[in-house]
């Protein structure tokens, strides 16, 4: 599912990671709603708002907009840098260190959030804990981006909702065309598997959220933990294969 690069890949890959990963992210970006008001998958509406605050004047509010802009990107940042420089000595283990990382990350969020729960958020602890889900969002999305050669991307509803209607055109113009069927209906069914996910995964965040607090952060932690196991069981398969072919 992330071991896979090139024409390694196939269509059911990237289906598996778009509906895992998808279904975290919305997860994480419910509960930082609630828990600070905060999206951490919506860049576009981010910039937005970061506009309508530099029209309003609000100090504060700028450089929280431009705190949350910065951490995603440099997220990705370091998520394509990790991928990169790994990836030169041990290909197959390339996404493992940016998916480590994102999981730290909410465990780290889960523990601090469910401590100070009873506590007054100062900005400084919105900016730490909400900062550092924009960050490991940009890890996330950067990753599976790159792993998937740009094919998913699991945070990234605007776009995705641009080539579903582009997607859903051809196939409406095109609907006696089987070549055409043949090409448009892979792209469909994962677009609407990354649609249907975050939105699931939302809803299944925010629910937990509401009962559990910080520990619904268990939810998209368990989806990880599933991610990397697979792949483990994977590589595990693939050097065995290697053994015996020896």
């Given at each position: 599912?992330?071991?896979?690069?090139?024409?390694?890949?196939?269509?059911?890959?990237?289906?598996?990671?778009?509906?895992?990963?998808?279904?975290?992210?919305?997860?994480?970006?419910?509960a930082?709603?609630?828990?600070?008001?905060?999206?951490?998958?919506?860049?576009?509406?981010h910039?937005?708002?970061?506009?309508?605050?530099?029209?309003?004047?609000?100090?504060?509010?700028?450089?929280?907009?431009?705190?949350?802009?910065?951490?995603?990107?440099?997220?990705a940042?370091?998520?394509?840098?990790?991928?990169q420089?790994?990836?030169?000595?041990?290909?197959?283990?390339?996404?493992?260190?940016?998916?480590?990382?994102?999981?730290?990350?909410?465990?780290?969020v889960a523990?601090?959030g469910?401590r100070?729960l009873?506590?007054?958020?100062?900005?400084?602890?919105?900016?730490?804990?909400?900062?550092?889900?924009?960050?490991?969002?940009?890890?996330?999305?950067a990753?599976?981006?790159?792993?998937?050669?740009?094919?998913?991307?699991?945070?990234?509803?605007?776009?995705?909702?641009?080539?579903?209607?582009?997607?859903?055109a051809?196939?409406?113009?095109?609907?006696k065309?089987?070549?055409?069927?043949?090409?448009?209906?892979?792209?469909?069914?994962?677009?609407?598997?990354?649609i249907?996910?975050?939105?699931?995964?939302?809803?299944?965040g925010?629910?937990?959220?509401a009962?559990?607090?910080?520990?619904?952060?268990?939810?998209?932690?368990?989806?990880?933990?599933?991610?990397?196991?697979?792949?483990?069981?994977?590589?595990?398969?693939?050097?065995?294969?290697?053994?015996?072919?020896?």
């Amino acid at each position: 599912m992330l071991i896979q690069r090139g024409k390694q890949r196939v269509f059911s890959h990237n289906l598996k990671l778009a509906v895992l990963l998808t279904t975290a992210a919305g997860s994480v970006n419910a509960a930082s709603w609630f828990a600070f008001n905060v999206l951490t998958t919506n860049v576009t509406g981010h910039a937005a708002l970061l506009a309508t605050e530099v029209v309003a004047e609000r100090t504060r509010e700028i450089e929280f907009q431009l705190l949350w802009l910065f951490l995603f990107f440099f997220g990705a940042f370091c998520s394509a840098i990790m991928i990169q420089v790994i990836g030169k000595w041990k290909p197959r283990f390339s996404h493992t260190l940016p998916l480590i990382i994102e999981i730290i990350i909410l465990i780290f969020v889960a523990y601090e959030g469910e401590r100070l729960l009873y506590e007054e958020y100062s900005d400084t602890t919105v900016k730490v804990l909400a900062g550092s889900l924009l960050f490991a969002m940009g890890l996330q999305n950067a990753m599976v981006t790159m792993v998937s050669g740009a094919v998913v991307r699991t945070t990234h509803l605007t776009g995705l909702f641009t080539d579903f209607g582009i997607t859903v055109a051809n196939l409406v113009m095109h609907i006696k065309n089987p070549t055409v069927r043949r090409q448009f209906s892979p792209k469909f069914l994962l677009q609407v598997s990354i649609i249907v996910s975050f939105l699931t995964g939302g809803i299944v965040g925010g629910l937990l959220y509401a009962e559990y607090l910080f520990y619904s952060f268990v939810f998209p932690l368990s989806i990880l933990f599933t991610a990397l196991l697979f792949d483990a069981a994977n590589i595990y398969s693939i050097i065995n294969k290697n053994k015996n072919h020896d």
